[in-house]
């Protein structure tokens, strides 16, 4: 009987062993995946490039790019220069793979940012009679 309960001692202790070892070993695994950046911080800043507004070019032009909330970027142009009348744009925008932050096919027009070269391409879509939709691609300042 004694006999017994020492396999039976030795079965539930490698048993319990072998289950801790698991359950540390995958808690080691979830640490090594990389987890799905999805923020938008990158694509916010001021940049300068060339706009397009009405048929004519601006060279130098700078845009800035503030957060309007979790997934809300809004692109205005700087302040004060000629191409300044151009309407500012919200954009509901997504963290695509770390690779690029977009947004395109709605009504506004298109956004993109691209993460490696830090480029910005906008474009935007009249929403409204008094819109002034423009042209826009630079780089982050």
Known sequence: MKNRSIKSGVKTGI???AFLSFAVGCSKDD?????PVEDIQAAIGTFKGTIH????????????????????????AKSG???SAVTPKVFKVQNISNIHISYSGGPSGSFTYLL??????????????ADVSFNFEGTKQ
Request: overall charge negative; charged content about 30%; aromatic content about 6%.
């Open 31 to 35: 640490e090594n995946v990389p987890k």
């Open 81 to 83: 220069e000629l191409y």
């Open 53 to 76: 507004v009405a048929g004519r070019d601006y060279y130098n032009a700078i845009v800035m790019v503030t957060k309007e909330g979790d997934d809300l970027v809004k692109v205005a």
């Open 15 to 17: 048993l319990a062993i």
């Open 116 to 129: 490696d070269t830090k480029s910005l391409v906008v474009s935007t879509e009249k929403e409204a009679a």
